[in-house]
């Protein structure tokens, strides 16, 4: 049996800018982080008693004696692409799906590393991010950019670049006075709102050409974001004043990315002391993380009474296997898929 851990991801700046269409003619750029909340990815080999040969439990149960009727496509195509079969997996998490995380990617790189562990194999945090891509933009053919794969895979506060060759990671580098200072002045709420990232993406790509200038200038202010945190008699509040301009320009990208109510949330938040804050992943709905000084918090929270916070804490690890006990296992004529 093995029970893989991944986190979700935060998206601070040059959110859509990871989108392969922008990338590969004029670069991109992402600040993100993974924070304490987590999907769990538990996968053992099936016992034959049954009379089927693959049991799935996500948010719905599935029993297929084929691999060809999973109706999941992620884990269809993922069992397809490492030779996968007799498996039981179940699929938990401390957040709800389809609320603007990532948490399809953090599904993604968690099954992934869950089923090579299976296999007796190490898969590196790199081969887990590209082949979570792969699967969800080429197999699955699901729109979407792709830092969510790469954060949940590698962990941490990063950097992420995209160039037409690929991506590279770079851990931000700022002490870790600093780094909790930030986590304290950041609170994060949960709107109740939530939709499929891929239609939004669609919504966004629509307009894309009318929309790179939008899309240059959030690029660029990802170096003036990592700057702030660097630069240690910088005020963090600048952060906060820059998450502000960064969602208003994300706003401008997409007609689906905020909604009246989304925009009031914001409104209030606003009103009772958040100098910023923006909507996490795509848009559309899910959660919103503002930065709050901390003797305005109480007032933030009374604002937005009613609405879920969902205290949180930066980590740094990524995907990895919490559990690992190994199986003997041998295919056999007629043992199914």
């Known amino acids: 049996m093995v029970i893989s851990q991944t986190p979700f991801r935060m998206s601070f700046f040059g959110g859509g800018t990871d989108m392969e269409s922008f990338f590969r003619e004029h670069g991109g750029k992402v600040l993100s982080t993974t924070f304490d909340k987590y999907c769990y990815v538990n996968v053992r080999h099936l016992p034959r008693f049954f009379d089927y040969s693959t049991e799935l439990s996500y948010s719905k149960i599935e029993r297929v ?37 990532g948490t399809s990617s953090s599904f993604a790189v968690g099954m992934l590393n869950a089923f090579y562990a ?53 851990p931000v580098i700022f002490s870790r006075e600093r780094k909790q200072e930030l986590n304290e002045h950041l609170m994060m709420f949960f709107t109740g709102f939530t939709r ?18 939008q899309l240059l200038e959030m690029l660029s202010l990802v170096t003036e974001a990592e700057r702030i945190l660097v630069n240690g008699k910088s005020s963090l509040n600048e952060f906060g004043r820059l998450l502000n301009h960064t969602w208003n320009l994300k706003r401008q990208t997409g007609d689906k990315i905020s909604t009246e109510g989304i925009d009031l949330i914001y409104e209030k938040a606003l009103k009772a002391g958040a100098l910023g804050g923006k909507l996490l992943g795509a848009g559309g709905g899910g959660f919103f993380v503002f930065y709050v000084e901390p003797d305005r918090q109480k007032q933030v929270r009374e604002a937005l ?12 690890g990524g995907t990895k296997i919490i559990h690992y006990t190994p199986e003997e296992y041998s295919r056999t004529e007629g043992s199914g898929i």
Not at 74 to 100: C, F, Q, V, W
Not at 147 to 161: K, P, S, V
């Open 305 to 316: 009474e009613g609405i879920l916070h969902v205290p949180f804490r930066f980590e740094d």
């Open 118 to 170: 299976l296999k007796g194999k190490y898969a590196d945090k790199k081969r887990l991010a590209d082949e979570a891509i792969y699967l969800e933009r080429q197999l699955c053919q699901e729109a979407g950019g792709w830092q969510d794969q790469i954060a949940a895979a590698y962990g941490g506060f990063n950097r992420i670049e995209f160039r037409e060759d690929g991506y590279e990671v770079f």
């Open 196 to 213: 499929f990232s891929a239609d939004i993406q669609k919504s966004t790509q629509l307009s894309a050409k009318d929309k790179t200038a």
């Open 65 to 101: 004696t084929d691999v060809e009727d999973i109706c999941h496509p992620a884990i269809r195509n993922a069992m397809k692409l490492l030779d996968m079969h007799e498996i039981r997996l179940t699929y938990e998490a401390d957040l709800p799906a389809r609320s603007g995380l």
